[in-house]
């Protein structure tokens, strides 16, 4: 029997929840099965998945098809409706074994083999220690699918972190919906940065640590501490900034500023001349005219965002952006494509001032790395590990890396 074939779209969250389906999955014994673990960020993400469903319906037409995700959570009947379509699971319940198991077949009478970790047979893994979020931004339909914001107890994350270094992961990326946000509905209400130091000292073993995206309102004191002093978290910040004019920011009930966005990424450099920075902007925003996305444009070059994620804007009915008056789609269109050049430049230019440089690199496939600020490395096919390397020059939007 063939084992359930997974088919993820989203954010790194997805990717973590998607190993945790697969676990539970297999639990329950299921084969021959796909699973479609759906994202609602955007309309395209939307089209993807129903393309991807009647496809695996196309190549598998005896596999039973298993929708769940965030898309599927927010609109079930709308995946109930298709033809293609066996099952379909909110969030919470694709979390589970028995929500896989066969009619009148029980999870609990198969034999449940040995526990796998996010991240087996992988050098870098998604390690979830947030769900959900307590904020409205107008663009997002996300806290509809994923409830409030929960955070994950340290004991729990630093068990898990352990059994992926068991597994061979080597380096681990912090992941939630709104990841700034951990720690307020504990007890003791500890911050992203005290569990970060935590897990750090309780898991020496641990070689590198890497933040995924941050709500520059939020970075705590204490986690801009450890980026300063502790070498093993990566000098890289993802930060989700969506848009680089205050009035638009105010339009989607972003807590940050412009001024604090730039803040942020001269901060890191500050604390650590290694850094490089990454963002989330949204193009054709409702209400953006051309002075404004004028704006957003210049914050690529004012912050250095050498590692930019463009969305064009995308209206999520049930928002109040939707209800705003809108962009026309060849202007959307035109923006993002603005943006991803300016990206692109900026990556062109944080690779060439690393030529020369000598850096840690995590070698994740034969050939293939990536350094501890984020970039994509080419480096010699029996290098394995993390390899010490002279980065030599720049092609296709990666380093060429040799062995230092």
Known sequence: MRAPEIVTFGCRLNAFESEIIRRAAGEAGLADAVIVNTCAVTVEAERQARQAIRRARREHPEARIIVTGCAATLAPQRYAAMPEVDAVLDNAAKRKAESYAAPHSPAAARPVPPRPHAGEGRVRAYLQVQQGCDHRCTFCIIPYARGPSRSVPAEAVIEEARAMIEAGVREVVLTGVDLTAYGADLLEQPTLGTLARRLL????????????????????????????????????????????????????????????????????????????????????????????????????????????????YSARPGTPAARMPGVAPEIVRERAARLREAGAGALAAELRSRVGTVGEVLVEKPGSGRAGFYAAVDCPPQVAGISRMRFTGVADGKLIGAPA
């Open 201 to 312: 000292a309780e898991v020496p073993e641990l070689p590198r640590l890497r933040l995924s995206s941050l709500d520059p309102s939020e970075i705590d004191d204490e986690l801009w501490s450890l980026f300063a002093e502790e070498e093993r978290l990566m000098p890289h910040l993802h930060l989700s900034l969506q848009a680089g004019d205050d009035m638009i920011l105010k339009r989607m009930k972003r807590r940050h500023s412009r001024a604090q966005a730039i803040a942020t990424a001269r901060r890191a450099r500050a604390l650590r001349p290694d850094a490089a920075i990454g963002a989330d902007l949204i193009a054709g925003f409702p209400t953006e005219d051309a002075a404004m996305f004028r704006n957003s444009l210049d914050l690529v070059a004012e912050c250095g965002i050498a590692f930019l994620h463009v969305f064009p």
